[in-house]
């Protein structure tokens, strides 16, 4: 079975994490602008950032066979940084346009300021602009009254709520999310979030649709493989594979296709640069899984 | 140079429909300031099809009269569109807008930048981020400077010309699509491939046959000593691109060595010999 992963933040993985998540089955990826666990002070560290994320890492995916989107957007953990926000905010159209970027986000709420509110709203407005999905991160603290303010805020800007993610649900958030028509995605993380056992009830109790499943793995004790393992407990607990299929692929694929950058011929027939269209077709180095040994102490030369 | 008219005109051309033909003019008049460009130039990834470009005879000679090595082949609409959108820019401001874009760039729009550069009347002015970009390692980056691209012969000095081709060897990159390879060989760059070739053998790896042809001219018979016990006998590229390289120089000892191995080569150019290599990907293979 092939995965997506919605919601990794790939700058943080080493190529041991690439190459496991490539032989789980995962074919593409999306990862969400945010902060680097810690605040960033200037607003130079935002551009080379952004940069990366639409070139350096899809290469580094590219060597793996795994196709590599992003979104762009300021953080609502940064957004505090008020002076700074409103340089970063300057830079972000440059950015949104961009070859592989599927939404504006993830934006949202962290602390629930009036600073995070007004660069949220910013936000809005211009996803609505670039006809772009948006993707909401929803606060660790006090996340039911987050969500549901961050849903309102939305809806006041007269947003398709089919075009948006609402990302880090739990059980108490589903149903208000759902029912107001969002795309719901969940993420299996140690601790802070959901665990795989949970996320098996709540694909039993609501069923596959507009339900979500990703990683958010970064630079925590996270796990880059938590869709494919949380696809296989979905399964051993009898639930079937187009359900599997639906909340670890297709519903990712469906919504974040909107913004006219992602499709699945992009990896289908793997996945492959630009330049090699035009220089024959050529594939040196390209999609290949790098070599591994059958001795584990010995490094290949 | 008056690249800004033919360019223009066969974008429009090749742009199927006429909505998308008049956003397409109507941007190229309204590029007032930075932002404008920069939006319009990602724009056009969104707008304009990636397909291949046809070209009428009479723009194909004024682009051809001053940029001679152009191949249409090598461009997609959407390239050629972004071409337009630089050459639309006021040449005096022009660097500051375009430096900007590259350094917020994805690889696609890099990769249009860099190979629109020598196009611009002040090409000369970009040298500094042409060599920057160089130091790439995304391969399609690489490429849209190195490969089949004129700016690098004409503008760069031997150091960064250097660094080039020694990096598309290290890449193992296609290096027979540089332009200007044989012209600018040098000295110096012989014996840095040399020295190349003989750490690659020392952890036993290949080199690529293409290393040779810029040994060809500067072969020595001590230099020759050297490596010729090393010298890769097991593919046709191999022993044809020694043979080429043996049988240009003036090396009486060599040509004996050569015709005593009693090797049947394959007459291929340089150029072939690139090409069979980089066809059958033999670096890769056997590494």
New interface residues.
Partial sequence: MNFIDPHIHMTSRTTDDYEAMSKAGIVAIIEPAFWLGQPRTEVGSF?DY??SI???E??RASQFGIKHYCTIGLNSKEANNVGLSEEVME?L???A????VVAIGEIGYDDQTAAEDKFFRAQIVLAKELNLPILVHTPHRDKKSGTLRSMDVLEEHGINPGMVIIDHNNEETVESVLNRGYWTAFTIYPKTKMGSERMVDIVKKYGPNRIIVDSSADWGVSDPLSVPKTAKLMLEKGISPEVVEKVCYYNALEAYEQS?NMKESDWLDGVK???SV???G?S???G?SPKTSDNADIIE? | MNLKEPITSCCIENIPDQLTADWFIGILSALGSD?DF??SF??V??KISRGSISIAPDHLDAIKSEIPSFNYK?W?IDQFCRLALMLHLDKVKNYKSINMLL?????????SLYKSIPFLENAQDFLEPVINGIRT????TY??IA?NNPYPEIFFGESAWNQMVLKGIFM?R?IY?IIGLDKRKNIKLAHILHDYAKERWS???RVTPELWRLLSGYLTEALFEDIKEMLEKDSDESIAAFSLMIMESDISTAKEWLRNLKLTSVNWSWDQIGYQF??S?K??TS?
Avoid: C, H, M
Avoid at chain 1, 97 to 100: A, G, Q, T, Y
């Fill in positions: 551009k952004f940069s639409v070139g350096w899809s290469f830079l159209p440059l950015f346009l961009k070859d592989n006219g640069f630009d330049q035009l220089y024959g050529n040196v180095l390209r290949q030369n | 932002k920069f939006i990602a724009l990834n969104k090598e997609s350094s917020t760039a994805d690889t696609r729009e890099q990769i390692n995304i391969t399609d490429d849209s490969l193992e296609p699509q952890a036993s790896r980089w066809t990907n670096l890769t590494n």
